[in-house]
């Protein structure tokens, strides 16, 4: 896609702390921009990534040293919804993600895999049709729609057991680990963010239980730390990393605020003092809600309590563009050597993203009809800076992914 007439003028930051290295847990990376979780589509029926996914990274990991956080990845079936979202919680999985990792590797990047679990969001009738149960901290739906799609099914939401939370954190979040060591990831990224399971635990909207897992913060964090604790000796601290959204009311109806992040971050910060630091920690700015823009009478608070409470590497990410050409927000934020940057949406439509920002260059806009399409038309379809290459988009329209294992 070549749409010269929706760019974005920006000033370049090659002279900024962004094109500086930094280390990243286990790893030292070139420069501070990190390439966001995007939830694309493209991976097959049974959630086995694709050639139009290794295309997708390859190509975003151009600029070597560039960490490239996965979209969403289930952590087992039982988290499942979306239709051609990936997954990795078997060998076929973790063997076609190998390519990817290799293919990101070869350009000298890294790459972090985010595992999530879909709890209340998840589709009941593909649950149903798997022969799974649709289950969530507490049996609330996250909206009318999706009770009426539960019921229409006869297969409703249900609260998971206590076995049911044992069997995530001594089972299911440990095999989908190890099957990303087995990838080849660099990283492992716990998906706690926009209102998926381990977010619906900690908001007290979604999560009304009476046991030892809902009601005290202390209580609704436990199975994210739990998660923590038993992943630490499995992929080391230095290689895992958490996603926040504290302001986001994307799926839920009020944000999970700062102070049971506060608790958490507390909680991650002794473990960093007893010497197991995570990688990092990744929170998604207030000025984004999921994957839109939330006006600015609309922000529901800051994330400045973060960098006081926790003290090792941070990724921020949300409309970092939003006051181009001059990125003053962005050059602020990374004044100090343990913040990176990481795109989303900039990053869909302009694969060489990390030069761009270095010299200058003009940014494609994203075009967000093409967002969650199952095809190549909109996904590995647009030029790099000095490109010129015109897509046939019916042809484009007609490729779809081919599973990689
Ligand atoms: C199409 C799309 C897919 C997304 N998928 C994910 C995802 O899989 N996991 C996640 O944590 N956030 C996801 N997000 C949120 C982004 O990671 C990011 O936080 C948000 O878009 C703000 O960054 P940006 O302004 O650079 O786009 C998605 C956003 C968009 C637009």
Same mark, same amino acid.
């Given at each position: ?8 003028? %920006? @000033? ?14 286990? /790893? ?16 097959? #029926? ?63 990047? &890294? ?10 969001? $998840? &589709? ?9 149960? &649709? ?9 009318? #729609? ?9 297969? !409703? ?8 939370? #044992? ?15 087995? $990838?080849?990831?660099?990283?492992? #990224? ?20 009476? @046991? ?6 202390? /209580? ?23 996603? &926040? ?50 006006? $600015? ?17 941070? %990724? ?38 990390? $030069? ?23 996904? /590995? ?5 000095? !490109? ?7 042809? !484009? ?9």
């Amino acid at each position: 896609m070549t749409d010269n007439s929706n760019i974005v003028k %920006i @000033d370049a930051l090659g002279e900024t702390k962004l094109f500086q290295p930094i280390k990243l847990g286990a /790893n030292t990376l070139s420069q501070r921009i990190a390439h966001a979780p995007t939830t694309r589509l493209r991976a097959t #029926e049974d959630n086995v990534p694709t050639d139009l996914q290794l295309e997708y990274y390859r190509d975003r990991a151009q600029a070597p040293g560039t960490l490239l956080i996965t979209e969403a990845t289930y952590v087992s079936e039982g988290g499942i919804g979306l239709p051609h979202t990936p997954g990795l919680w078997n060998d076929t999985q973790a063997k076609a993600w190998k390519k990817i990792t290799q293919a990101i590797r070869e350009q000298g990047s &890294f790459s972090s895999v985010q595992l999530w679990h879909l709890g209340r969001t $998840a &589709f009941p009738e593909e649950l149903k049709k798997r022969g799974l149960p &649709f289950v969530a901290p507490s049996a609330l739906y996250d909206s009318e #729609e999706m009770e009426k799609r539960a019921k229409a099914c006869g297969h !409703e939401l249900r609260a998971l057991t206590k076995s049911e939370i #044992e069997q995530l954190i001594n089972e299911d979040f440990p095999n989908a680990a190890r099957k990303a060591l087995a $990838a080849g990831f660099d990283y492992v #990224e716990l998906h706690s963010a926009h209102g998926y399971l381990l977010s619906q635990f900690l908001n007290p909207v979604s999560n009304q239980r009476t @046991d030892e897992y809902g009601g005290s913060i202390e /209580n609704r964090a436990r199975l994210l730390l739990a998660i923590v604790d038993k992943l630490i000796p499995i992929v080391g601290a230095n290689r895992l990393g958490i996603r &926040f959204s504290p302001w986001a009311t994307f799926q839920v109806s009020k944000p999970e605020g700062a102070e049971i992040h506060s608790y958490i971050l507390q909680e991650l910060q002794k473990r960093a003092d007893d010497g197991n630091e995570l990688a990092y920690v990744s929170l998604v700015e207030p000025r984004v809600s999921g994957i839109v823009d939330v006006s $600015a009478e609309d922000i529901h608070g800051s994330n400045d309590f973060v960098s006081k409470i926790w003290k090792g590497s941070l %990724i921020k990410a949300g409309n970092y563009t939003y006051n181009a050409p001059k990125f003053t927000e962005l050059v602020r934020d990374i004044d100090n050597d343990r913040t990176l940057v990481a795109w989303c949406r900039f990053f869909t439509s302009n694969p060489d993203l990390v $030069a761009r920002l270095q010299n200058g260059y003009p940014l494609q806009h994203y075009d967000r009809d093409t967002f969650y399409q199952p095809y190549n038309w909109g996904y /590995n379809t647009w030029n790099k800076y000095d !490109e010129t290459k015109e897509y046939d988009e019916e042809a !484009e329209k007609k490729r779809v992914g081919k599973a990689l294992a």
